[in-house]
Every structure is written in structure tokens, then in C-alpha cells.
């Protein structure tokens, strides 16, 4: 693999400081400095005040070297490695992130996953709560929102699906991660600069936990999130993007019975809302409906990776304001 001798961001995109960093790959300050200093993995500027300045690509080098340490790899071995070196070792990786039995480490991901739904099966959701901020704590946001959480709703979901658990089993364990991703989303630092992103789900459709999830990813990307909840109307979500200056507007659709209802709703904001400004629908049932919602013009996000290709390049398209 070749290797990589950090260089040194352009000034215009080194404005993110070392709190921003840790906030956006879950890598502790402590960490990020011995990365940095002892490997080389990134070159930062430095401001007036002598602090450090990453840039986008620094934080999406340090994601990339969070991942693949995560699974065993010592990080004097990775640390210079090109920017697609690493991305090769992440898709390498990824079954084994996916699959809850492929790979070394999956029995520590299957333990966590079984003692929330532990939590959830006693109905205790303050422990629930205690429980899973404990492992943001230790194994850091993205990883919550990306693995974690994801993983813990669709067990509840097929547990509820097979009988074993009741609906209260699943409005407790969805209201705990709700309530915890929204929190850590008001708790990322946002620039004043950052582009808006609206979240919502359209109108009936009352799972949130999606949408929440979404936001996340908008957040730790460094967007500015306004997040409208559930059942949303077409002409509020429309509104709202108009209103808040949005530059992409992301839906969430789980659970749709009506998907002529779930289609005419997304036809509806799509065509009301700006034609610059993309609009991202995501959820299991928006990928069964797949075709069905991209011929109104929506972007169908199918994972996490996607979707955050498709902010970038959101984020790099100059808004006009024009519908």
C-alpha cells in the first residue's frame, strides 16, 4: 500500500479545533494529540494564538484511522497510509462491522447489544439510558449512531415483530436512544457558517429514531440541524426549509402502509422546496419503495456512507435559492 507523508491543509479549510475534532470521530483530545504528534497522521495549521486547525480532510483521515483501529490494527502501521489505502481497509472491514457474528471483537458488540436489550425487557429505561451513554463514553458518538443504536432497534423491532416483546417494550427502548441522540446532536459545537439541514418524517409516520439518526450524521459532518420531529406535513417541511435558509432536507420513512401517501408527500416537498436544495429520504421503507420515491426527484439514501457522500457534495454546491 503506499504510504503518506501528512501535509499540510490549505488555510481556507483549517478552522475546526481540536474540540471539534474529538466531537466529530469520538477520538478523545488526548488521543487526537498522540496521533498527531508520535505517528504523523495529520499536519495541522496553527492560529494566531498557537492552537491547532484542522481541516475537513483531517477529521475524515482521523474517522478513517478510528475505523480501522478499531479492529486491531496498531496505529503505527496505519498512520501514514494514503487517504485510499485506508478507505480500502474500510471496506475490507465492513462485513464485520455489518455481520453480528463475522470477525474478531463481535462478541464485545453482541454483549453490549444484549445487556440494552436487557434494559429493555425489564422495561428500566433510566438504566437503559445510564447504559448506553456509558458506551458513547467509551466507544464514542459515531459509533452510537453508525452501529449502536441502529443495531439495538432493529433487535427490538424483531423481537417485537416475533411476539416477545409488546409495543411498550418498543416505545421505551426507541424514546431512550431518541432522547439521547437528540441530545448529543444540541451538544456538537456548529458553526455559524455550517450549512442547514432540515430532518423530519413526512405526515403518519411517527418513528423518529431514523430521522434522529440522520441528524446525527448531518451533525457530526458539521452541518447545522433543524430538526422538526415527527409526522410531518409536506407544506410545514416545505415551509420550514424555506424559512431556516435550508441546504438539503433529509426524511425518514420506517414503517409506511400507504406508500401512495408516502410518495405523494415526498413528490410535495420536492417540488415545493428549492431546486438546488437536494432532499434525502432514507428509512427500511423508503428503500423497499427505492424507484417509487427516486422518480420524484428525492435522493434515496441506502446507508450511512451515502448519505454523507451526498452531504459532501451538498455542502460544496453553492445554493442559488431558486425553485
Not at 481497509?89 to 436489550?117: Q, R
Not at 411498550?168 to 441530545?183: Q, Y
Not at 432514507?282 to 457522500?309: N, Q
Amino acid at each position: 500500500m503506499a504510504s503518506r507523508s501528512p501535509r499540510r491543509s490549505a488555510p481556507s479549510n483549517a478552522a475546526h479545533s481540536i474540540a471539534t475534532v474529538a466531537a466529530r470521530t469520538g477520538l478523545s483530545q488526548d488521543v487526537l494529540r498522540v496521533w498527531e504528534r508520535r505517528y504523523g497522521a495529520v499536519e495541522p495549521l496553527r492560529s494566531p494564538g498557537n492552537q491547532r486547525l484542522y481541516s475537513d480532510d483531517d477529521i475524515a483521515r482521523f474517522r478513517l484511522l478510528a475505523a480501522v483501529t478499531s479492529k486491531g490494527r496498531s496505529i503505527r502501521h496505519v498512520a501514514n497510509l494514503s487517504t485510499q489505502a485506508l478507505e480500502a481497509l474500510v471496506a475490507e472491514d465492513e462485513p464485520s462491522v455489518l455481520s453480528p457474528t463475522a470477525g474478531e471483537g463481535d462478541s464485545e458488540d453482541t454483549s453490549n447489544l444484549d445487556t440494552a436489550l436487557a434494559f429493555t425487557i425489564a422495561l428500566d429505561g433510566a438504566g437503559l439510558d445510564t447504559y448506553l451513554r456509558r458506551s458513547i463514553t467509551a466507544r464514542g458518538l459515531p459509533h452510537f449512531v453508525e452501529v449502536d443504536a441502529p443495531a439495538l432497534m432493529r433487535r427490538v423491532g424483531d423481537e417485537w415483530e416475533a411476539g416477545r416483546l409488546s409495543v411498550a417494550h418498543e416505545h421505551l427502548a426507541s424514546g431512550v436512544v431518541l432522547t439521547i441522540i437528540l441530545d448529543a446532536v444540541r451538544a456538537l459545537p456548529t458553526s455559524p457558517s455550517a450549512p442547514r439541514i432540515l430532518v423530519a418524517t413526512i405526515s403518519h409516520e411517527r418513528h423518529g429514531v431514523g430521522a434522529a439518526l440522520a441528524a446525527a450524521v448531518a451533525a457530526l459532518d458539521g452541518w447545522a440541524v433543524v430538526h422538526l420531529g415527527v409526522d410531518v406535513p409536506s407544506s410545514d417541511i416545505a415551509a420550514s426549509a424555506a424559512e431556516s435558509d435550508a441546504r438539503a432536507v433529509a426524511l425518514s420513512i420506517v414503517y409506511e402502509d400507504d406508500r401512495a401517501h408516502a410518495r405523494r408527500e415526498v413528490r410535495a416537498v420536492r417540488k415545493a422546496v428549492a431546486a438546488d436544495v437536494p432532499v434525502f429520504v432514507g428509512g427500511a421503507a423508503a428503500l423497499a419503495m427505492g424507484t417509487t420515491l427516486t422518480a420524484t426527484g428525492a435522493i434515496v439514501s441506502r446507508s450511512f456512507a451515502d448519505f454523507r457522500a451526498e452531504l459532501a457534495r451538498a455542502a460544496q454546491s453553492p445554493t442559488t435559492g431558486a425553485s
